[in-house]
T-cell receptor
Framework: GENVEQHPSTLSVQEGDSAVIKCTYS??????FPWYKQELGKRPQLIID?????GEKKDQRIAVTLNKTAKHFSLHITETQPEDSAVYFC?????????????FGTGTQLKVEL | DVKVTQSSRYLVKRTGEKVFLECVQD?????MFWYRQDPGLGLRLIYF???????EKGDIPEGYSVSREKKERFSLILESASTNQTSMYLC???????????????FGPGTRLTVT
């Protein structure tokens, strides 16, 4: 089955700096890669996603890049703000298994310091 | 607005008890999922269901079972709770089929289960 590795596990940045979180996946047939944000005490919520036929996608201060050859994808957050502090999860959807099953990474705790 | 609700936010049970966690979604979603969330381990899939009465094992099904008798409701059952099942349990649902928005997983608020 799919295996997703995520790094780093914790990340501290100064407000206004950029943050990058990286994930690798094992199943070359995976075709959908979402990112979820979980604020303290709250449920995970989708913030951005990318399909395998696209190399990059941007939404205001966040962007995701995908390198299919290397089987890795990354989340980029620019001009970080305190409200960006949260746990971020990457995920991958393979072709095996029904029901839109996702395999999640282990999460990155992002702390944006003033 | 998609709403996924879970029966309890906090639950304390004793070792050996049978535990039921319930999840309900109100958006006619095809697919429902149960995860457990532990620090450093991320979200691990226990079971999922892509249709009524259909279920598939996820990555860590041992010690758990599920039931989906109605489309909107997906139950997680711990037949005989053990201390290593102390965790945060999250339910999620997706519309299913097609691309993009149908893949988005909507999560419930979670149930913090403690087994003593």
């Amino acid at each position: 089955g799919e295996n997703v590795e995520q790094h780093p596990s914790t990340l501290s940045v100064q407000e206004g700096d950029s943050a990058v979180i990286k994930c690798t996946y094992s199943d070359s047939a995976s075709n959908y890669f979402p990112w979820y944000k979980q604020e303290l005490g709250k449920r995970p919520q989708l913030i951005i996603d990318i399909r395998s036929n696209v190399g990059e996608k941007k939404d205001q201060r966040i962007a995701v890049t995908l390198n299919k050859t290397a089987k890795h994808f990354s989340l980029h957050i620019t001009e970080t703000q305190p409200e960006d502090s949260a746990v971020y999860f990457c995920a991958a959807k393979g072709l095996t298994g029904g029901g839109n099953k996702l395999t999640f990474g282990t999460g990155t705790q992002l702390k944006v310091e003033l | 607005d998609v709403k996924v609700t879970q029966s309890s936010r906090y639950l304390v049970k004793r070792t050996g008890e049978k535990v039921f966690l319930e999840c309900v979604q109100d958006m006619d979603h095809e697919n429902m999922f149960w995860y457990r969330q532990d620090p450093g381990l991320g979200l691990r899939l226990i079971y999922f269901s892509y249709d009524v009465k259909m279920k598939e094992k996820g990555d860590i099904p041992e010690g758990y079972s599920v039931s989906r008798e109605k489309k909107e409701r997906f139950s997680l059952i711990l037949e005989s709770a053990s201390t290593n099942q102390t965790s945060m349990y999250l339910c999620a649902s997706t519309l299913g089929g097609g691309w993009g928005p149908s893949y988005e997983q909507y999560f419930g608020p979670g149930t913090r289960l403690t087994v003593t």
